[in-house]
């Protein structure tokens, strides 16, 4: 089913200066993209539930435990930091006084 526009009007709305190659270029895309959207409009989609994706997707969550193995020893974490004072991690200040 072919789709006709005029490409060199478009241009103009778009404020694009275009050779006639590029018209004819663009031209010739454009309805290639407008005749394959179209035969996308023209399949029977009657009795096909609305998705947002494909395949079913649940998620995955896991119940939120605090066990031995998930506890970070203190000491062993702020040791690894670049600068650590007391039981705090030190960094530098993100808001500067003026």
Same mark, same amino acid.
């Given at each position: 089913m072919p789709v006709d526009i005029d490409i060199?009007?478009? /241009?103009?709305? /778009?404020r694009l200066r275009l050779s006639p190659e590029e018209l004819e270029t663009y031209g010739r895309q454009c309805r290639d993209l407008l005749e394959h959207v179209a035969r996308i409009q023209a399949v029977d989609t009657g009795g096909v539930e609305p998705t947002s994706h494909p395949l079913p997707m649940t998620n995955r969550f896991r119940e939120d435990r605090v066990t031995p193995d998930t506890v970070l020893d203190r000491e062993e974490v702020l040791g690894q930091a670049p600068n650590a004072e007391a039981e705090f991690f030190r960094v530098p200040p993100a808001i500067e006084d003026a």
């Amino acid at each position: 089913m072919p789709v006709d526009i005029d490409i060199s009007h478009v /241009a103009r709305l /778009a404020r694009l200066r275009l050779s006639p190659e590029e018209l004819e270029t663009y031209g010739r895309q454009c309805r290639d993209l407008l005749e394959h959207v179209a035969r996308i409009q023209a399949v029977d989609t009657g009795g096909v539930e609305p998705t947002s994706h494909p395949l079913p997707m649940t998620n995955r969550f896991r119940e939120d435990r605090v066990t031995p193995d998930t506890v970070l020893d203190r000491e062993e974490v702020l040791g690894q930091a670049p600068n650590a004072e007391a039981e705090f991690f030190r960094v530098p200040p993100a808001i500067e006084d003026a």
